[in-house]
């Protein structure tokens, strides 16, 4: 079982699903690959919006906690109507975006 489906699997079945991808990246086209690559459980099974794609700097770890932390603080206003709804992040990247994102989420 690869890491993906490991993380995929503990997601609840009701959870919005956020995907965080690099943006800009050393490589310009890494962002599309993985869109194209996890197609299939984010998209195709899981019925992710395309709109709830965020764009994080690969490079800059503030920047993507920023981003990151942004998005995690607007999503908790607009469902704050319905009594809040609590988030969670699972850094499943091998770069600089994880600390970025495991800032955001601490």
Not at 27 to 46: H, I, N, T
Request: glycine share 8%; aromatic share 8%.
């Amino acid at each position: 079982m690869n890491q993906l489906q490991k993380v995929m699997e503990s997601i609840p079945s009701n959870a919005e699903i956020c995907p965080v991808l690099p943006q800009p990246s050393s490589d310009l086209r890494r962002a599309d690959r993985l869109l194209v690559e996890y197609k299939g459980p984010l998209f195709d099974v899981r019925q992710t919006p395309i709109s709830n794609v965020l764009y994080a700097h690969e490079g800059i770890p503030f920047e993507a906690y920023r981003q990151i932390l942004g998005a995690m603080n607007r999503y908790r206003e607009s469902m704050g109507i319905l009594g809040g709804m609590p988030c969670r992040g699972d850094a499943a990247w091998k770069q600089l975006i994880t600390l970025g994102a495991g800032l955001a989420c601490f």
